[in-house]
């Protein structure tokens, strides 16, 4: 019996031993005392422990798909290591570090990359107290730096650091902003406060670099339910003409599978490790943001992502001999059972040959890891930087516990 591994199994098994590899130690390889740049065949799959701005400064220009982050909001936390972002004195002083930040992260995004950035809001206030300051494990802290705010906006009011920063994004370094996803939380923590009224979401910005990019809306339509009884059928091009073309447009335009819209309703999860990391978001949060932006098939010799190939059929149910043209047909689709189906033909080739690679993730604040959990599951890479190397021993202990994804079969 030939006891040869076929090629296939073996770069699987090589693939799958290397996806096992963490770097719990940030690399700092130095050659004449400047750094390298990293090699990203090298990094992809591993947790990069250190501080991003200094991180990301090793990694070579545009070579990331997607950004999905959170990073830490201002005069919120205290994640308890030296050289931690959101303790700034002052909210300038924040949103300056945070802008050295994002203009990196913009450096090493690819031209067709997207980046989601989870960012919430708190209130001044001229009193700022330890209580804002939630240590790991619930506790109080009793960081020095807490207290010590030079707070700029009004008592009482809404810091809006998020929007503060995004406008700076877009005006200073050129970003283009194409949504504010509203996170809403429908378990959200009941508040004490009888003046205004509890918050209960937080904003999701997804932003890109230019304006053209990749993006799969079809990987997250919600599907259109139907019943197949008495159903016609229209294919675009070829629509009974009775039909408006302004109805027709709104037929194959609308009910292709709806578009999830931007307002994303997902109760927040406990942490994995509830005695360690609050600030975790769901896995569901990072699953649409991943899923539409990060290709699966990258050519590994031109990096052109594959593309997807879709035919609409408009599927109509009517009774036979009722008048087309009557408008309550056109009604919302659970009522008429007007649906498009939106069928996946196949995938565009560049024709390279070369095989492919999926996309990577990054993610620059990972916490727990939750983003690479969600990437590992839908069979992107990775690529992780934590401050905290308790939290970057936490997220190797979630990704572990993931099946290594079986190769890439078209
Ligand atoms: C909002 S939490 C992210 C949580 C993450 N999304 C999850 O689900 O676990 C922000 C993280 O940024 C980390 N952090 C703070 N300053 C940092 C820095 N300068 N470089 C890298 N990570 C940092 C914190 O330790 C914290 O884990």
Known sequence: MDTKLPNMLLSYLQESKRNTRFFLESITRQSNDKFEVYNI??????????DCLEELKKFPSEC????????????????????QLGLE????????????ITAELKRVLKPTGVMFWNHGDNYSSK????????????????????????????????????????????DEQGWILRNTIIWHKPNHMPRSVRDRFSNAYESVFMLVKKKKYWFDLDAVRIPAK????????YREGNIDNSYKPKEVRKILEEYKGKNPGDVWQIPTQPSPFSESHHATYPEKLCEKPILS????WVCKKCGKARERIVETITVKKKE???NPSDSRAFGPPQQSGIVSLHETKGWTNCGCNAGWKAGIVLDPFAGSCTTAV????????????????????????RLNAIPEPLPLFE
Not at 64 to 82: A, C, H, K, N, Q
Not at 226 to 233: A, F, I, L, T, W
Not at 381 to 387: A, F, S
Request: hydrophobic share 30%.
């Open 293 to 296: 932006s990060c290709p699966q």
């Open 89 to 100: 004195k002052t909210l300038d002083e924040y949103l300056e570090k945070l802008l050295q």
């Open 226 to 233: 139907y019943d197949s009884s008495g159903v016609r059928e």
């Open 374 to 397: 969600v990437a590992k599951k839908h069979k992107r890479n990775w690529i992780m930087i934590e401050i905290n190397p308790k939290y970057c021993e936490m997220g190797r202990q």
């Open 64 to 83: 990331i798909d997607t950004i999905m982050t959170s990073p830490p909001y201002w005069g919120l936390r205290d994640y308890g290591v030296e050289g």
């Open 127 to 170: 009193t700022v107290t330890n209580r804002l300051f939630i240590q790991e494990g619930g506790r109080r802290s009793n960081n020095p730096l807490v207290g010590k705010f030079n707070l700029k906006v009004p008592e009482k009011c809404l810091a809006l650091q998020n929007y503060r920063l995004i406008l700076k994004m877009i």
């Open 41 to 50: 065949e090298e990094i992809k799959n591993t947790i990069i422990c250190g």
């Open 320 to 322: 036979r001999g009722s």
